[in-house]
């Protein structure tokens, strides 16, 4: 059983001071909203989700945010985001003990003038780590990785919603994924990352984040065990970051039933990379299922998709996300929209959120400073 520490109290109340932005971002949008009913329709993304207190984000980069159809597509349909690359070990910290944060600057700046909250992405993975990293052995390893950590995440102290602390470290067989990470320092690394992000900025979530958890399967039960684990001992981790990156053929018969057992267990889950090859219909009742089974999650707290537009998404060719390169909406975001909407006020509103008022109380009692909270 955890105790309630102060550090947990800051996580949570970080939490729920966002949501008083994307509260106040509902009644910017002017989104009729009648009290208590499940009839509301937002006709945003962001403001359909904040309708039962969750998010809706997308993975960004900088360089982009001067292109008129980008940021007015971001501002306008998204309440949340996330640094596609620009947090990443390669780019905050090029040389040994040399941060460089413009890029990741950029993005909580231009969250911030928005009213958006920020997804840290991502301080340890075995990917896109600096070239003087990938030399590195032993406890001179578990140094650098500590110094990592503190240096980012203390950066970025009070501003960031969630971070994926750890990303990908596990096989699809559900053992430790053999990197640099895992044989030079062993299986207690990743709690030390943990520990590590947790001492440099007590008030983000703290997350563990994969690909291939889109279901219940032997990947996912190495984390869910992982995850048992560290309740117990009271490592402090808060989340699971559910990539979801799929296609229209993805099996997703046991995709809610996973998100609700890590649910149960004691810790939130969010969508944090969604993103469907494919086109029409086919594609969209994909992304009806995965918005359908967050919103009927109480723990499930928002949804990311890994990207705005086609035209610069990582998997261009699949088609994958909910505007196409021409920024027009797809079928997939009518789908989506819809299933925020049908969530709004109704059963699968997440049962801890207090009204705006109290959030607005708390937030000010504590002084936590949240990025666009007036
Ligand atoms: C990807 C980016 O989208 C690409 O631009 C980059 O070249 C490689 O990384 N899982 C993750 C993300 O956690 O960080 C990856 O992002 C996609 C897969």
């Not at 509902?26 to 329709?41: D, E, I, P, R």
């Not at 039962?52 to 007015?72: C, K, V």
């Amino acid at each position: 059983m955890i105790s309630s520490s102060p550090m947990r109290r800051g996580r949570r109340l970080v939490r729920l001071s966002v949501a008083v932005v994307v509260t106040g971002g509902l009644a910017a949008a002017g989104v009729v909203m009648s009290t208590g009913s499940a009839t509301a329709q937002a006709d945003t993304l962001g403001a359909a989700a904040a309708q039962s207190g969750r998010y809706f984000g997308a993975a960004i980069a900088p360089n982009f945010l001067g292109e008129a159809d980008y940021a007015s597509t971001l501002n306008t349909e998204f309440n949340s985001v996330v640094a596609e690359n620009a947090m990443k070990w390669d780019a905050t910290e090029p040389n040994q003990g040399q941060f460089s944060f413009s890029g990741g600057d950029a993005i909580v700046a231009h969250a911030q003038s928005q009213g958006m909250s920020v997804r840290g992405h991502t301080l340890v993975w075995h990917a896109q780590q600096p070239g003087w990293v990938q030399g590195l052995t032993g406890d001179s390893l578990r140094q650098a990785m500590v110094d990592h950590i503190t240096g980012v995440a203390s950066h970025y102290a009070g501003q960031i919603y969630s971070w994926d602390v750890v990303n990908e470290a596990f096989e699809e067989d559900g053992s430790r994924r053999q990197s640099n990470l895992q044989q030079q320092m062993g299986d207690g690394w990743i709690e030390e990352a943990f520990r590590a992000a947790d001492a440099a900025d007590p008030d983000a979530r703290l997350c563990y984040n994969d690909y291939n958890l889109d279901g219940v399967n032997a990947k996912s039960d190495g984390v869910y065990a992982m995850v048992e684990d560290f309740l117990a001992r009271g490592v402090p981790i808060d989340c699971v970051g559910i990539q979801t990156h799929l296609s229209q053929d993805s099996d997703l018969s046991t995709y809610q039933e996973n998100l609700q057992r890590f649910s149960d267990l004691g810790v939130d889950v969010e969508i944090t990379e969604l993103d469907v090859g494919g086109s029409g219909s086919a594609q969209a009742d994909v992304y009806r299922t995965v918005t359908e089974s967050c919103v009927a999650v109480a723990r499930c707290t928002g949804i990311t998709t890994w990207g705005i537009t086609d035209k610069y998404s990582w998997r261009g060719q699949d088609t994958p996300l909910l505007f196409d390169a021409n920024y027009q909406k797809k079928e997939a975001y009518t789908a989506v929209l819809e299933a925020l909407n049908a969530a709004g006020g109704a059963s699968g509103e997440r049962d801890d959120q207090p009204d705006a008022a109290a959030y607005d109380q708390m937030a000010r009692r504590e002084s936590v400073p949240v990025p666009g909270l007036v």
